[in-house]
């Protein structure tokens, strides 16, 4: 059976040991030299960008996130182990881990990291589909003739840079199509190496949880086990015309994705889909100036992203939660996409309105989607609103003398608030 040392790279007979360096860390599989599509996923990114640059914090338990009232951004692998996980409230991380040390992010190094491991992926493989600052699939296919190596051994090598030059690891999934690739990376973390080949895949699949597949939350999970499929087993007993009729696409998915069948390309130009910010705020408030300078400051930031791409969104969506955590999403179509912050912002704010809710909340946020080149926003006039074109033309004289004077250069008495 093919076997592959990770530590020193050397293709070996499968043995517990490498007989080269001594290594226990061998990977072996029918299939290691034959497979080609890969997840790189870093293990616990923040938590280890920020471990590798304070060394006090190296055995602690660390939680990435913003104060005793915001969310868990991410965590270390100790405070994992006690329970702590990504987007869980901070009191209830500090009530399951109340020795962790918090970190506020720092996402200037974590994209200097990302960068330098993107870099290293780009020596590899031009097929690239970044999923986060954290993760991405690589389609190595025919690779091997370029670097005169198999794809498992330039993943290994890679995951041994990172270790190496960076002081971060990461662990990989290897297998037939993305879909498997993803499934594999979560198996053996951290820093971990695991294979799923084509011969058993469907054995392997077959008693695993339906939640395994990657977009099935907790609503889709429901629907699922209310209908009796619980596995991938249960899932092989329904017919295709049966699952579409009974959870359209999502059942053709599922069909296809039971039997490990996923026709999608690992794609390195994934267009943007929406663009969105939001804060948490430090207390639950219902101050109506505060909220307002806030919706201001996301609407000015979700602008700002989508100029410098030059995208344009034709929906805009309003994000709330409750002091209670009940999150209230709100929508509205335009007649043409905007990237303009005064458009954004007064339609965010009339889906605020609308909501008719006192509050308190905790959290607010915008964004825009529907995304489109920006050579087609903002071109039509508001006959309701005779100032708009006025404000949008005073808007992009702003936008041109922060470009010249700094992004402080002017700024609007609301975002003061």
């Not at 938590?47 to 270390?76: F, H, M, Q, W, Y």
């Not at 100029?307 to 805009?316: T, W």
């Not at 006192?358 to 006959?383: K, V, W």
Request: proline letters at 5%; one cysteine or more; glycine letters at 8%.
């Amino acid at each position: 059976m093919a076997a592959l040392c990770r530590d020193c790279l050397k293709e070996i007979n499968e043995s517990r040991r490498c007989p080269a360096c001594g290594s226990p860390r061998v990977l072996s599989h029918p299939e290691l030299f034959d497979l080609s599509i890969a997840h790189m996923d870093c293990d616990a990114f923040y938590a280890s960008v920020e471990k590798r640059d304070n060394p006090a914090l190296e055995g602690k338990p660390v939680i990435i996130g913003g104060g005793r009232r915001g969310v868990v951004s991410t965590a270390c692998y100790v405070a994992r182990i006690r329970g702590v996980r990504s987007a869980m409230p901070m009191f209830k991380a500090l009530k399951l881990c109340p020795d962790a040390v918090i970190v506020k992010p720092r996402m200037d190094a974590y994209v200097e990291a990302s960068r330098a491991i993107r870099a290293m992926m780009e020596e590899l493989t031009p097929a690239i589909e970044p999923l986060s600052l954290d993760e991405a699939f690589l389609d190595m296919t025919g690779t091997a003739r370029l670097h005169g190596h198999a794809p498992a051994i330039m993943l290994a090598g890679l995951v041994k840079r990172m270790k190496d030059e960076l002081g971060l690891t990461g662990s990989i999934g290897l297998s037939h199509n993305k879909f498997l690739a993803k499934v594999a990376s979560d198996l053996d973390k951290p820093h971990g190496f695991s294979i799923i080949g084509q011969a058993e895949t469907v054995e392997f699949l077959r008693p695993k949880p339906v939640k395994l597949i990657w977009g099935v939350g907790a609503v889709t999970q429901e629907a699922l086990e209310k209908a009796g499929i619980r596995t991938f087993a249960d899932l092989h007993r329904w017919e295709k015309d049966d699952l579409f009729a009974r959870f359209g696409g999502m059942g053709e998915r599922l069909w296809y994705l039971a039997r490990g069948q996923d026709r999608r390309r690992v794609s390195a130009h994934e267009p943007v889909k929406s663009i969105s910010k939001e804060t948490t705020f430090g207390e639950d408030t219902a101050d109506p100036d505060i909220l307002d300078g806030h919706l201001w400051r996301l609407s000015e930031q979700v602008s700002d992203r989508a100029k410098a791409k030059g995208l344009a969104g034709r929906i805009v969506t309003l994000k709330i939660k409750r002091g209670d955590f009940k999150t209230l999403t709100r929508r509205v179509s335009l007649h043409d996409p905007t990237q303009l912050a005064d458009r954004i912002y007064r339609h965010a704010r009339a889906l605020f309105d609308q909501l008719q809710d006192p509050g308190p909340f905790r959290l607010i946020g915008c964004g825009i989607s529907d995304l489109s080149d920006a050579d087609g926003a903002d071109l039509e006039g508001d006959l309701l609103d005779p100032n708009a074109e006025q404000r949008s033309r005073a808007e992009r004289a702003t936008d041109s003398i922060r470009t010249r004077y700094g992004s402080k250069a002017i700024v609007k008495g609301r975002a003061l608030r």
